[in-house]
């Protein structure tokens, strides 16, 4: 699976938007991009993932660049609830034989949002 | 839909027992993933089945682990003669075809 870099924290605003910036330079053709978040001493989330095109949700918006090499996370409206840290991982998707099934985290962005 | 369920949520022991975690998947889910978290570390993958069968194992399952998933269902992940590095959270995720995992809450491992 592809590496991710991300920035290793990173303060927002309660009420305004959340932009989480990933690199996935190396991404193959095959290779979706998965973000979840884990807040202190939970079990990560499932936030949402994406292949080529935008994708929206109720928890966040995914958008990636044009030639994959890298994604941005955005949380519309964020809240103090919000505060996790966020992974960014690549994988391949569902039937691909040589992928392995398993997730790569890395380290995450510490996010941290402020009233 | 129930989530994934972890139990138990917390264990403390000491160095040299065995202890043993189980995991319930979200129903109907054929993948169950096994993976370890120490402090300030992102999850490490350990292992993962597909119904009854141990598809991969990370050299990090040491052969003092032992994960089974005996009828497809539940999963037990197990550690005998525990060593304090053995501390930590011991997270479980299920997913279905469409490949999307699920994590439970974690079991957190303390070994004394």
């Known amino acids: 699976d592809a590496k991710t870099t991300q920035p290793t924290s990173m303060d927002c605003a309660e009420g305004r938007a959340a932009n989480l910036p990933c690199n996935h330079s190396?991404?193959?053709?095959?290779?979706?991009v998965y973000w979840y978040r884990q807040i202190h001493s939970q079990g990560p989330q499932y936030i949402i993932h994406g292949l080529k095109n935008n994708e929206t949700n109720e928890m966040a918006s995914l958008i990636i660049t044009e030639d994959r090499k890298s994604s941005t996370l955005i949380l519309p409206h964020a809240t103090l609830r919000d505060t996790a840290v966020y992974y960014c991982?690549?994988?391949?998707?569902?039937?691909?034989?040589?992928?392995?099934?398993?997730?790569?985290f890395g380290g995450g962005t510490r996010v941290l949002v402020k009233p | 839909d129930t989530g994934v369920s972890q139990n138990p949520r917390h264990k403390i022991t000491k160095r040299g027992q065995n202890v043993t975690f189980r995991c319930d998947p979200i129903?109907?889910?054929?993948?169950l993933y096994w993976y370890r978290q120490t402090l300030g570390q992102g999850p490490e993958f350990l292992t993962y089945f597909q119904n009854e069968a141990q598809l991969e194992k990370s050299r990090l399952l040491s052969d003092r682990f032992s994960a089974e998933r005996p009828k497809g269902s539940f999963s037990t992940l197990e550690i005998q003669r525990t060593e304090q590095g053995d501390s930590a959270m011991y997270l479980c995720?299920?997913?279905?075809?469409?490949?999307?995992?699920?994590f439970g809450p974690g079991t957190r491992l303390t070994v004394l």
């Open positions: 129903s109907e889910h054929n993948r």
């Open positions: 991982i690549v994988r391949a998707g569902v039937g691909i034989k040589a992928a392995g099934n398993k997730l790569t």
């Open positions: 190396t991404i193959s053709g095959n290779e979706y």
């Open positions: 995720a299920s997913s279905s075809t469409t490949d999307t995992q699920y």
